[in-house]
């Protein structure tokens, strides 16, 4: 059995004739670590991985978020694919046969995974228990650093299947799935399905509690081994030597589990909307910048905005994710409050999958309409909640002078399009398993000004005139926010 899932890994010819969903796109960014000046530098090779794949009579997403390697990212994404596509999943299946079987297919992968290493798992205990004279020592310890390089890492993956016309949800970690529902009057509901496993989730406190762990050590400490997730594939520190790490030695059992939590199914039957999957570091990354209250909203308006102007998926995914890391990073540079939660980043992956929701008119491509891109202002988490901390976007004119604005804020007052619409009036409803909240923004768009179609010349200095009318903007954030910019000095031109 061990030597089957080798040439697993070897070779994808399993999914290789597997075609791709036209209905996704996927958008991704390597992770990052910022010099002082802003200069960014990747830090370790792309780990995230992801899959969206169509079978005979189903739909396959999947984002993978491996860490210290990509080795159980890659194994996880090609096994789950065979298990279910290739497997015994069909029409016939009811609810109850489709949650067994995604469970059973994540176990087929944490076991398989582990019958690769399992010969250098017997060599690494091998090793470690001789006791050899100094002048071999030293070759003994660089072999056992090989052999630790082979069998460390691990994955967190978040799956969606559609079969039927029915979503259902696999969750193992800290990746995240929202369900956008768009109505014919311009609202947005927003539905995070399931909760993360993380050292801050009280049910999975309880249940490493159950086991003989102490949950309030492991609220504190925010990591085990490394990593925030309480479920994961592979990382045989955490499996097999979990009684050497302090914060799990007192377990009765194996605490860091790879059962994955089972969402659904959600009907999908005359739903518009779209579905996004997205891997921690994209949601650490808005939420250092930003502060974690309305990622949710916030990842969906920007969603929206690009859908609606975009005419392909891989363009509205890519620049989302673009706009994240560009929102990172400018926090970084500002030197503000949140400056020091955002030093650096981990990778990002954002799989959209739309649900009868129509993109940009087709006759309208991205160079003619424009591209969004994010305006910069003063941010800060600790106003109150009566304050509006704003995040501008703005559509770049070209040939044809089409416009928007759309103003995010951390009072869930969002502007979001609405599908085949330019209206910059919108209605955003979140909700949870505990929370529900709703808002409405509206405007006249006059914060952004129409330029003539001809292009903008440089004056004698090099400078192109602006084309933005900012004054209104300035009027009405200094009404809203003048206590803080008489300790600011002030927002706008001085």
Same mark, same amino acid.
């Given at each position: 059995?061990?030597?089957?899932?080798?040439?697993?890994?070897?070779?994808?010819?399993?999914?290789?004739?597997?075609?791709?969903?036209?209905?996704?796109?996927?958008?991704?960014?390597?992770?990052?670590?910022?010099?002082?000046?802003?200069?960014?530098?990747?830090?370790?090779?792309?780990?995230?991985?992801?899959?969206?794949?169509?079978?005979?009579?189903?739909?396959?997403?999947?984002?993978?978020?491996?860490? #210290?390697?990509?080795?159980?990212?890659?194994?996880?994404?090609?096994?789950?694919?065979?298990?279910?596509?290739?497997?015994?999943?069909?029409?016939?299946?009811?609810?109850?046969?489709?949650?067994?079987?995604?469970?059973?297919?994540?176990?087929?992968?944490?076991?398989?995974?582990?019958?690769?290493?399992?010969?250098?798992?017997?060599?690494?205990?091998?090793?470690?228990?001789?006791?050899?004279?100094?002048?071999?020592?030293?070759?003994?310890?660089?072999?056992?650093?090989?052999? @630790?390089?082979?069998?460390?890492?691990?994955?967190?993956?978040?799956?969606?299947?559609?079969?039927?016309?029915?979503?259902?949800?696999?969750?193992?970690?800290?990746?995240?799935?929202?369900?956008?529902?768009?109505?014919?009057?311009?609202?947005?509901?927003?539905?995070?399905?399931?909760?993360?496993?993380?050292?801050?989730?009280? #049910?999975?406190?309880?249940?490493?509690?159950?086991?003989?762990?102490?949950?309030?050590?492991?609220?504190?400490?925010?990591?085990?081994?490394?990593?925030?997730?309480?479920?994961?594939?592979?990382?045989?520190?955490?499996?097999?030597?979990?009684?050497?790490?302090?914060?799990?030695?007192?377990?009765?059992?194996?605490?860091?589990?790879?059962?994955?939590?089972?969402?659904?199914?959600?009907?999908?039957?005359?739903?518009?909307?779209?579905?996004?999957?997205?891997?921690?570091?994209?949601?650490?990354?808005?939420?250092?910048?930003?502060?974690?209250?309305?990622?949710?909203?916030?990842?969906?308006?920007?969603?929206?905005?690009?859908?609606?102007?975009?005419?392909?998926?891989?363009?509205?995914?890519?620049?989302?994710?673009?706009?994240?890391?560009?929102?990172?990073?400018?926090?970084?540079?500002?030197?503000?409050?949140?400056?020091?939660?955002?030093?650096?980043?981990?990778?990002?992956?954002?799989?959209?999958?739309?649900?009868?929701?129509?993109?940009?008119?087709?006759?309208?491509?991205?160079?003619?309409?424009?591209?969004?891109?994010?305006?910069?202002?003063?941010?800060?988490?600790?106003?109150?909640?009566?304050?509006?901390?704003?995040?501008?976007?703005?559509?770049?004119?070209?040939?044809?002078?089409?416009?928007?604005?759309?103003?995010?804020?951390?009072?869930?007052?969002?502007?979001?399009?609405?599908?085949?619409?330019?209206?910059?009036?919108?209605?955003?409803?979140?909700?949870?398993?505990?929370?529900?909240?709703?808002?409405?923004?509206?405007?006249?768009?006059?914060?952004?000004?129409?330029?003539?179609?001809?292009?903008?010349?440089?004056? @004698?200095?090099?400078?192109?005139?602006?084309?933005?009318?900012?004054?209104?903007?300035?009027?009405?954030?200094?009404?809203?926010?003048?206590?803080?910019?008489?300790?600011?000095?002030?927002?706008?031109?001085?």
């Amino acid at each position: 059995m061990a030597a089957e899932p080798k040439t697993l890994m070897q070779s994808q010819s399993w999914t290789d004739d597997l075609p791709l969903c036209e209905m996704c796109g996927v958008g991704v960014a390597p992770n990052c670590v910022y010099s002082p000046d802003g200069e960014g530098t990747q830090n370790h090779p792309m780990e995230d991985r992801h899959l969206r794949l169509r079978g005979e009579n189903c739909f396959l997403y999947g984002v993978f978020n491996g860490y #210290d390697g990509s080795r159980v990212a890659d194994f996880a994404a090609q096994c789950l694919t065979a298990e279910l596509l290739l497997g015994e999943l069909n029409s016939s299946h009811t609810d109850g046969d489709v949650r067994r079987i995604l469970i059973q297919a994540f176990e087929a992968v944490e076991e398989s995974y582990f019958n690769t290493i399992g010969d250098a798992l017997a060599k690494k205990a091998h090793l470690s228990n001789y006791l050899l004279p100094h002048n071999e020592s030293q070759k003994v310890q660089e072999r056992l650093n090989e052999l @630790e390089q082979e069998v460390s890492g691990g994955a967190t993956a978040v799956v969606a299947l559609i079969l039927n016309n029915k979503l259902y949800i696999a969750n193992v970690g800290t990746n995240r799935v929202l369900l956008c529902k768009s109505s014919s009057d311009g609202q947005n509901q927003v539905l995070q399905i399931g909760r993360p496993h993380s050292t801050d989730n009280e #049910d999975e406190l309880q249940r490493l509690a159950a086991m003989g762990v102490d949950a309030a050590r492991i609220r504190q400490a925010g990591q085990i081994a490394g990593q925030s997730s309480t479920r994961r594939l592979g990382d045989s520190r955490v499996k097999i030597n979990y009684s050497e790490i302090d914060l799990l030695s007192a377990a009765k059992a194996k605490p860091i589990i790879s059962e994955p939590e089972i969402h659904g199914s959600h009907p999908l039957d005359g739903v518009t909307g779209f579905l996004l999957l997205m891997s921690e570091g994209l949601i650490n990354g808005l939420e250092s910048a930003h502060g974690p209250e309305q990622v949710n909203q916030e990842i969906v308006a920007m969603v929206a905005a690009e859908l609606a102007q975009q005419t392909s998926l891989e363009a509205v995914a890519q620049s989302v994710v673009e706009r994240v890391k560009r929102l990172h990073h400018d926090v970084f540079v500002s030197g503000r409050q949140r400056a020091a939660f955002c030093s650096r980043h981990e990778d990002m992956t954002l799989l959209i999958r739309t649900i009868n929701y129509p993109l940009a008119d087709a006759a309208l491509t991205p160079t003619q309409g424009g591209r969004i891109y994010p305006v910069s202002v003063p941010y800060s988490n600790s106003q109150s909640t009566s304050k509006t901390s704003v995040t501008l976007s703005l559509v770049m004119p070209c040939q044809s002078t089409l416009t928007n604005g759309t103003n995010t804020a951390s009072t869930l007052e969002e502007g979001t399009p609405t599908p085949g619409s330019q209206s910059p009036t919108a209605t955003l409803q979140s909700t949870n398993t505990q929370t529900q909240s709703s808002s409405s923004s509206s405007g006249d768009g006059s914060l952004f000004r129409q330029r003539g179609s001809q292009a903008a010349q440089p004056d @004698e200095t090099g400078r192109v005139p602006p084309y933005v009318d900012f004054s209104q903007f300035y009027r009405l954030w200094g009404g809203d926010n003048s206590d803080s910019q008489s300790t600011q000095g002030g927002l706008g031109p001085q």
